[in-house]
């Protein structure tokens, strides 16, 4: 079990009133830019490279069905761009 899968035991994968994507528009985007930049150092093991991966993936998902739902087009562009660059990277 790498760190991500305890994390998301630890917190049992609810959403907490405290919870900083509640408190501050635009998280999700901050953490796909951060998975990014881990993932393009390189550093990770082949398993976490794949959970960060994946992890990414989800959030790029939730980025983009808001988008859709506000009808942002630009952002949609953006982030299918992200997304199908980083699907060609899948091991």
């Known amino acids: 079990m790498n760190r991500y899968q305890r994390a998301r035991i630890m917190t049992c994968g609810c959403v907490h009133e405290d919870q900083l994507s509640r408190k501050h528009w635009g998280m999700d985007r901050f953490r796909i830019q951060a998975l990014?930049?881990?993932?393009?150092?390189?550093?990770?093991?082949?398993?976490?490279?794949?959970?960060?991966?994946?992890?990414?993936?989800k959030k790029i998902k939730v980025v983009l069905n808001g988008a859709?739902?506000?009808?942002?087009?630009?952002?949609?562009?953006a982030y299918e761009a992200v997304l199908a660059e980083w699907s060609t990277k899948v091991e």
Do not use: C, P, T
């Not at 859709?68 to 562009?77: A, P, T, V």
């Open 68 to 77: 859709r739902k506000r009808d942002n087009h630009e952002l949609i562009s």
């Open 36 to 57: 990014e930049n881990i993932l393009r150092q390189g550093d990770l093991k082949a398993e976490d490279y794949e959970a960060a991966l994946a992890v990414m993936f």
